[in-house]
């Protein structure tokens, strides 16, 4: 399957924090394109008379009461982390 | 041309609970960097989150506090974002369906004088719904530090419509809703632990247009002063850059403060896409009347009715309303005083409050509830110096010991020996005929209209009951005597 002309790859990688090679390129949009295909076939269900849902089961107001919990140790807060310094996870530096 | 300039404020309010929003690690502020972390904050993989059921009782009741319809059924949406603050890649928010909708935040502008109450109007809403906070990076020079104690701590954001026109509009928007979550318990409000923080939307258009002109989004407005002079500096800088013929763009600025300047952002090569989408996770909410009514029962008296109230019952003075109102329990401790101190006295109890209290609480640096003065021993000590027992400058003695030791002020009284004398009326009289019997000239004097004549008295009277005689009561005898005479 090819991906549909209005597929932007390079805006999808973008905000997927993707550097895709021109190779990948043409293979995701092909796979993106088949999900889109997938989608378009949903879309062409008649759901004429049923209520919008963002859930399949109608369950509401799951909840726990406020009470804290110990969490998690700082050092195993920070083992997955790259680099740390000062107990906090050093990133680079980044500004809006 | 003439412009107008109108003000959207978003206004972000952390909700005081004990534990975050989508799990129940503790929150707080002031700990120790990553201390306040759980594999959802951090977003393992396979972690699910749970709603915090004192979080949704929160702003709900925000939103019954500022008159806002709560929705019957509200859902969560993800906000998708790439930005370290956020170890999802996503935020929890609260997209299509907010909790709350419409309302109004009541303001007051300033007035003419400190003393003279300001205009007040009402600044309509658009929403205020529920999401996760994001976790504080520290920029370096080199590098950004990431502390995740923040992340998920529920935080409310209340949107205005772009319904203000002036900074004195937006300071009194801030200020309201500072007063109203604080009375309501649902957040301390503090800016400087970012409790409380602030961003502004500001575009200007000429009079009488009614499509809204470019906007410019300014941030860090991180003090309520720094709200107004943010907002005041755009609006001239909005047009002083219209005045010289130029375009303003749609863009973000980061207003400084310290100097007073703004800079522009450096804006995103793209417009923001969220991706929003609803949370598969989360199961939406459903507030039915029984859950409202409980919660409204709750809800306690907006500040700036309980001002129009004390106004009107207590007769106290605009200023002294003023300086009680903003603190709850300050206010609270006044209506009991006044009540306890009886009919004609709330405005001697207001002015001890606003006055002595307040200094005395200040300079010991203690909060209100440590206080050793009660309700009960303020109005005690009002009734002493309404009575005569009690000069002011005595009682003001007396009211420094009361805070210090606890003691009441009859005992206080008792022990420094402060009562004005003589205790006794008949004793008075005495003093005074003496003193008139002494002085015929004085006596001639006063008959025939000289009424200073009156002060010749005075002084044999205070003498006698050295300098604690009360002054209002001699007098008072003097005339009553003079009369008669």
Redesign the interface.
């Known amino acids: 399957m090819t991906a549909p002309a209005d597929l932007n790859i390079d805006r999808i990688a973008e905000l997927s924090r993707l550097a895709l090679t021109a190779e990948e390129k043409v293979r995701f949009s092909a796979q993106l394109g088949s999900v889109l295909g997938h989608i378009e076939q949903l879309s062409k269900v008649d759901v004429t008379g049923i209520e919008p849902t963002a859930h399949a089961f109608p369950l509401h107001n799951i909840w726990a009461a406020d009470i804290a919990r110990p969490g998690l140790a700082v050092a195993d807060a920070l083992r997955n982390a790259p680099a740390q310094r000062e107990n906090m996870i050093v990133v680079p530096k980044v500004m809006e | 041309m003439n412009y107008e300039a109108v003000i959207g404020l978003e206004v972000h309010v952390q909700i005081k609970?004990?534990?975050k929003v989508f799990t129940?690690?503790?929150?707080g502020y002031g700990h120790?960097?990553?201390?306040?972390?759980?594999?959802v904050?951090?977003a393992?993989p396979g972690t699910l989150p749970?709603?915090?059921?004192?979080?949704?009782d929160a702003i709900i009741k925000a939103g019954l506090l500022l008159g806002c319809e709560i929705a019957p059924?509200c859902?969560w949406d993800r906000k998708?974002y790439?930005?370290?603050d956020s170890p999802k890649n996503y935020q929890i928010s609260q997209y299509d369906q907010p909790i709350c909708i419409g309302g109004s935040v009541e303001i007051e502008l300033p007035g003419a004088a400190r003393n003279i109450m300001g205009e007040h109007k009402k600044i309509p809403l658009t929403r205020i719904h529920l999401e996760e906070d994001v976790g504080k990076?520290?920029?370096?020079?080199?590098?950004?530090?990431?502390?995740?104690n923040r992340a998920g701590t529920p935080l409310m954001e209340i949107v205005s419509d772009p319904a203000m026109h002036t900074a004195e509009e937006a300071y009194a928007y801030l200020t309201s809703i500072r007063h109203t979550m604080i009375y309501g318990g649902i957040s301390d409000c503090d800016m400087e632990k970012g409790q409380l923080r602030c961003d502004a939307n500001i575009s200007i258009r000429p009079v009488g247009e009614t499509k809204l002109g470019t906007k410019v989004e300014l941030k860090n407005l991180n003090s309520i002063s720094f709200v107004r002079d943010g907002i005041a500096h755009e609006i001239k800088r909005q047009l002083a850059v219209v005045a010289a013929g130029g375009k303003l763009i749609q863009e973000?600025r980061d207003y400084d403060g310290q100097t007073g300047t703004s800079q522009s952002?450096?804006s995103k090569e793209?417009a923001h896409?969220y991706?929003y989408f609803?949370?598969?996770d989360?199961?939406?909410?459903?507030v039915d009347a029984a859950w409202k009514e409980k919660l409204r029962a709750e809800c306690p008296e907006l500040p700036f009715d309980k001002q129009r109230r004390f106004l009107r019952d207590y007769q106290v003075p605009y200023t002294i309303t003023s300086v009680l109102i903003p603190e709850r329990g300050l206010s609270d401790f006044f209506e009991a005083s006044a009540q306890l101190a009886g009919p004609g006295r709330a405005q001697a109890v207001g002015n001890w409050i606003a006055n002595d209290f307040l200094r005395e609480l200040s300079a010991a640096k203690l909060p209100l509830g440590a206080s050793k003065i009660t309700p009960a021993s303020l109005a005690e000590l009002v009734g002493l110096v309404e009575v005569g027992t009690l000069l002011n400058a005595a009682a003001k003695e007396v009211f420094v010991a009361m805070f210090a030791t606890g003691e009441a002020p009859a005992a206080v009284v008792a022990r420094l020996g402060l009562a004005a004398v003589p205790s006794d009326a008949g004793e008075l009289e005495t003093w005074c005929r003496e003193s008139i019997a002494a002085n015929p000239k004085a006596l001639v004097e006063f008959k025939a209209g000289k009424d200073g004549a009156i002060n010749a008295f005075k002084g044999p009277v205070m003498k006698a009951g050295k300098g604690k005689a009360n002054p209002k009561l001699v007098d008072e005898t003097l005339r009553r005597l003079l009369a008669g005479a």
Do not use: C, I, W
Not at chain 2, 282 to 286: D, K, R, S
């Open positions: 609970t004990h534990s129940r690690v503790g929150a120790e960097p990553n201390t306040l972390t759980d594999p904050v951090l393992l749970v709603m915090n059921k004192a979080a949704l059924v859902k998708q790439f930005y370290p990076l520290n920029h370096g020079a080199s590098d950004s530090l990431v502390d995740y973000t952002l450096r793209m896409d991706r609803p949370d598969p989360l199961m939406p909410v459903q």
